[in-house]
């Protein structure tokens, strides 16, 4: 078989496209443990199990040669002071990148290396951002109102690891503060 070009659209103002294979929603209970204030935490998830981020996928097959594509949403908000977030994760072929494009919302992208080396990028519209190979990613949305809404693509044959960052969290977090956005060391 061989396959064909094809083209998809992304469908302003939302940013959402057109083309979904598979359509994830993480909630607040599927990042236990990851934000700094538990009780404001727990406080929350007693109250509703609010949706985090969506990940909006175009699926292809999972091979070298082959490249993932997608649309990634994460809502406004906050746990205590900190902004929502995706769960993070390196890539389970750690030699493999990602290149992100901020289509709509203000952001950032939380990066660290095995090794310790950190890196936070702000995202904003229009701006590309590159994850070289072996950094592992968390976009954070710090928009008071309104979503963080990124195009991603990456080898297909990357996969995922979300166990480490699970288990260590993110050397840097990122938090509302009396100046605005803080980026401040995760010292648990
Ligand atoms: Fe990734």
Same mark, same amino acid.
């Given at each position: 078989?061989? &396959?064909?070009?094809?083209?998809? =659209?992304l469908l302003f103002p939302q940013g959402l496209p057109s083309r979904v294979d598979n359509h994830i929603q993480r909630?607040?209970?599927?990042?236990?443990?990851?934000? #700094?204030?538990?009780?404001?935490?727990?406080?929350?998830? &007693?109250?509703? =199990?609010? *949706? *985090?981020?969506?990940?909006?996928?175009?699926?292809?097959?999972? #091979?070298?040669?082959?490249?993932?594509?997608?649309?990634?949403?994460?809502?406004?908000?906050?746990?205590?002071?900190?902004?929502?977030?995706?769960?993070?994760?390196?890539?389970?072929?750690? &030699?493999?990148c990602e290149v992100y494009t901020c289509l709509k919302g203000e952001g950032v992208m939380v990066m660290e290396t095995?090794?310790?080396?950190?890196?936070?990028?702000?995202?904003?519209?229009?701006?590309? *951002?590159?994850?070289?190979?072996?950094?592992?990613?968390? /976009?954070?949305?710090?928009?008071?109102?309104? &979503?963080?809404?990124?195009?991603?693509?990456?080898?297909?044959? /990357?996969?995922?690891?979300?166990?480490?960052?699970?288990?260590?969290?993110?050397?840097?977090?990122?938090?509302?503060?009396?100046?605005?956005?803080?980026?401040?060391?995760?010292?648990?």
């Open positions: 078989m061989t &396959d064909f070009p094809f083209t998809f =659209d909630r607040l209970s599927a990042l236990r443990g990851q934000f #700094l204030d538990q009780h404001a935490y727990q406080a929350m998830l &007693d109250v509703e =199990d609010c *949706l *985090l981020y969506e990940v909006y996928e175009i699926r292809r097959p999972e #091979l070298p040669g082959e490249m993932l594509m997608g649309i990634s949403v994460v809502h406004p908000g906050k746990v205590g002071r900190e902004f929502f977030m995706t769960k993070g994760h390196y890539h389970a072929v750690l &030699d493999t095995p090794e310790g080396e950190t890196a936070v990028e702000k995202l904003s519209p229009g701006k590309v *951002l590159y994850v070289p190979p072996r950094w592992a990613h968390r /976009s954070v949305c710090t928009g008071r109102a309104e &979503d963080l809404v990124t195009f991603f693509v990456y080898p297909a044959h /990357s996969g995922h690891d979300y166990g480490t960052i699970e288990q260590r969290g993110f050397r840097k977090r990122v938090l509302d503060g009396p100046k605005g956005v803080e980026i401040v060391d995760n010292d648990g």
